[in-house]
Nanobody
Framework: QVQLVESGGGSVQTGDSLRLACKIS????????LGWFRQAPGKEREFVAA????????KYADSVKGRFTISRDAASLTLYLQMNSLKPEDTAVYYC??????????????????????WGAGTQVIVSS
C-alpha cells in the first residue's frame, strides 16, 4: 500500500512562495496519477493539481494556474507543489494523493478521471494578508 507523507507547509505573507513535498513510500506503477488537493476551513476538499507518473502530463485547477507548479522526482520518489504568488484564499490543509489505476490509459483520460485512493495526512498552509 502506498504511503504518502507531506512536508513544507507553514505561515507566509501574501505574495510569498512555498514548496510542498510529498515522499512516496514505493515506486508508483506507470499507470498511476498523483496529485494535490486542499481543504480550507468550513469547505470541501478541492482538487489543486495532478501529474501522471508515466509521462509527466499535468492538470491544474483554474484557481492556481500560472501560480502553482506540480512536479515529480522519480529518483527520490517525491511529489512537489511549488506555490508562488500566494493569496489568503490559498490558506488550507494540503493533501498529497495517488490513485491505484492498474491499466495504462491516455494522459487525458488519466487526468480527467483522477480518483485518489491513497492520501497523506496533510500539511497546513496559512497565507496572511
Amino acid at each position: 500500500q502506498v504511503q504518502l507523507v507531506e512536508s513544507g507547509g507553514g505561515s507566509v505573507q501574501t505574495g510569498d512562495s512555498l514548496r510542498l513535498a510529498c515522499k512516496i513510500s514505493e515506486r508508483p506503477y506507470s499507470s498511476y496519477t498523483l496529485g494535490w488537493f486542499r481543504q480550507a476551513p468550513g469547505k470541501e476538499r478541492e482538487f489543486v493539481a495532478a501529474v501522471t507518473w508515466r509521462n509527466n502530463a499535468k492538470k491544474y485547477a483554474d484557481s492556481v494556474k500560472g501560480r502553482f507548479t506540480i512536479s515529480r522526482d522519480a529518483a527520490s520518489l517525491t511529489l512537489y507543489l511549488q506555490m508562488n504568488s500566494l493569496k489568503p484564499e490559498d490558506t488550507a490543509v494540503y493533501y498529497c494523493s495517488s490513485d491505484g489505476r492498474t491499466e495504462v490509459v491516455s494522459s487525458n483520460i488519466a487526468l480527467a478521471t483522477f480518483q485518489p485512493v491513497y492520501w497523506g495526512a496533510g500539511t497546513q498552509v496559512i497565507v496572511s494578508s
